[in-house]
Every structure is written in C-alpha cells, then in structure tokens.
C-alpha cells in the first residue's frame, strides 16, 4: 500500500468547575485571535440539542492538525495544538468521551482520524476488522448517569456513531468514507490524555496500513461478514467492566462473541507489535478507579493536569472571566467571524 497521511480531530470538554459553559466560546476567541490563519479552520464549537439542553448550551470545543505522512509528525502537531488551547483556557481541560455523572448522546467528545493516501477498499477492510482492538485500547467513557457503564458509554449512545452499514459514506457510523475531505474517518476513538498511549496505538495502525496486499487477515475477509463481526463486538466491547484478563484466564470477561477480541490483539501483535496490555488495562480504567477513589473534582483536576503536562502547557490557575463577558465575547469573536465557514462546511458535508 501507498504512505498514509493522516489527520486528527480531537474534542474535548472545559469544565467549570464540572460542566462546560459559553465561556467556552471566549477560549476560542483568544485562540483564534492568538492564530487566526491556523485556527479559523482548524477550531471548531460543539453544543447539545434537544432534551440534553436540560444540562447545558455548550458541549465539546475542537482542534486539530495538519495533515502528516508520520505518526510521530501527527502527534507532535496534536501536541502544539494541544498547548495552545491549555494556554487560553480558564477551565479544566477533560479529555474523556462522556462526563461520568450524564448519560447524554449529544454531548460527548472524541477524537477522529482521517487518513488518505492508501488504498481505500483495502485499508477499510483491514480497519473494519481491527477496529474493535484499536478502539478498546483507547476507550476513555467508563461512566454514564454516575454509574460505571463499562469502556466507552460514547462507543455505543453517542448520536454520531453507530453500527458499520452497507453504504461505508454515511456519516453516522463508526467508521466512514468522507465526502468533502475524500478520506476514511476513524470516529470511534475516545479523547486519550496520555500521548503516549495514543502515539503507540496509532504507531501500529500505521504498521498495519503499510503492509503489503494479502499480508493481513483482513485482506481475505467477506465485507459483509466482517462488519457483521464488528457490529457484534463493539456491543460487547463497550460495556466491559474492569480490567480485562489475559485470553484464555478463567475470569476473562472478553468470553462469547467478545473473545475475538483476543483474536484480533493476537494478530495485530505479530503484525505490528500491539501490546495486550493496551488492551487489558484501558484509559477507561484507569479514569474509573479515580473517580472510586477521589471522586469527580479530583478527577478532573488529574484529567487536566495530565492533558497539560503531556502538552507542555502551564498549569490550571483557576482564573476566569466573568461569565456574561465570556460569552459576549466569544459569539461576538469567535462565533461570528467563524459563522461563514461553519455553513460552508456543513454545506460540503450534506451535498
């Protein structure tokens, strides 16, 4: 296959102190004022709809990147983009797909990679097929409405996701072809503070996307069969509960249909190097036994902490601008300038 070039998306939540607000908008304003020729497009503003208005205007802000033939190209750039919004932001910066005490689907976060530059029909059977590894091992949505839903309650009740189709275009499926940007769509990854783990995961993707034809299980799989297997273990995968035990272990949770996740981390180690350990210890896990044993606030202060401290930004210092200036400054700098380009996408994407 040719060299994958790739992008990413990434949403994250700015909580104050445990839910986002309007201010938001004021944070993008600063940004997009700080670099006007790169965050004009590569910013973006979330909101909820419908019944989940109840909680709140605001959801997710967005960054991305530039485009980048390396991982660690990619994920040097996510990075900077990273510090740039730490340094405007007065808020705790969360990056996780669901706020553990709601159980909204219009109001989580994630993170999206596109790629391009490959061959389309071959990387998305290969995709289809180890999607369900790649996404655990980024899973970071353990909770819902207070209670531990499992890996990812976003994986399976965020509005924008959803069962792989017949038709790969549609938009609100896990894994798309992308009309306006002309790549596959990776949108089921969960926000990962640790660029670490993100860079590695990717790292394989990569790897696997490389491999010449033929070279992969996937390449011989049956597209029906395979997005049948997907749909079927990205139920299952969602909701597991605790750390996941090696294959084979009598308490493994990843038994029935689940268990050929196993499968599928056991191929992806001998094609590309996938740790199981990404796999049986998830960002979700780790986020989960902090709220147990700080609680919410704690958390966030660590969520933060770590979202800074990976992008080399300065610490949260608890500052902030009254609300109501907050908010007529961001529609008035941030919404307003943006607003042409906002229909112009939304436009490209439904023509």
Not at 119 to 144: E, G, I, S, W
Not at 169 to 177: E, S
Request: hydrophobic letters at 40%; proline letters at 6%; a neutral charge.
């Amino acid at each position: 296959m040719s060299n994958p070039v790739y992008g990413i998306e990434e949403e994250v939540f700015i909580l104050e102190p445990h839910r986002p607000t309007v201010r938001s908008l004021y944070y993008l304003a600063r940004l997009l004022w700080r670099h006007p020729r790169t965050y004009y497009t590569h910013s973006a503003s979330n909101f909820s709809r419908g019944a989940d208005l109840r909680h709140g205007l605001m959801s997710g802000v967005e960054i991305s990147t530039e485009r980048h033939d390396t991982i660690a190209g990619l994920l040097g750039d996510l990075a900077v983009r990273r510090r740039d919004l730490a340094r405007v932001s007065q808020g705790l910066i969360c990056p996780i797909g669901n706020l553990p005490d709601t159980a909204e689907a219009t109001n989580t976060c994630g993170l999206h990679l596109h790629i391009s530059g490959v061959d389309r029909q071959l990387a998305y059977r290969r995709l289809v097929r180890y999607l369900p590894a790649f996404a655990l091992a980024l899973a970071h949505a353990p909770h819902a409405g207070g209670r531990r839903f499992g890996q990812s309650y976003r994986w399976v009740n965020s509005y924008a996701l959803g069962p792989l189709r017949t038709d790969p275009a549609y938009r609100f499926q896990d894994l798309i072809w992308w009309r306006r940007l002309g790549t596959i769509e990776v949108r089921v990854f969960d926000p990962c503070p640790d660029l670490g783990r993100l860079t590695q995961v990717l790292q394989c993707m990569h790897l696997l996307l490389g491999l010449g034809r033929g070279q992969t299980p996937a390449d011989r799989d049956d597209e029906g069969a395979a997005r049948a297997r997907y749909n079927r273990l990205r139920e299952e995968a969602a909701r597991l509960r605790g750390e996941v035990a090696p294959e084979g272990g009598e308490s493994d949770p990843l038994c029935g249909e689940a268990g050929g996740v196993w499968e599928l981390v056991s191929e992806l180690r001998e094609l590309t190097g996938f740790t199981p350990q990404w796999v049986a210890h998830t960002p979700a896990d780790v986020t989960a036994m902090l709220v147990q044993e700080k609680g919410l606030a704690a958390t966030y202060v660590t969520l933060d902490a770590a979202y800074r401290q990976w992008a080399g930004a300065p610490a949260w210092d608890g500052r902030q601008t009254p609300l109501v200036l907050g908010a007529i400054g961001g529609f008035l700098g941030y919404y307003l300038p943006r607003l042409p380009y906002t229909v112009w996408k939304a436009w490209r994407e439904w023509s």
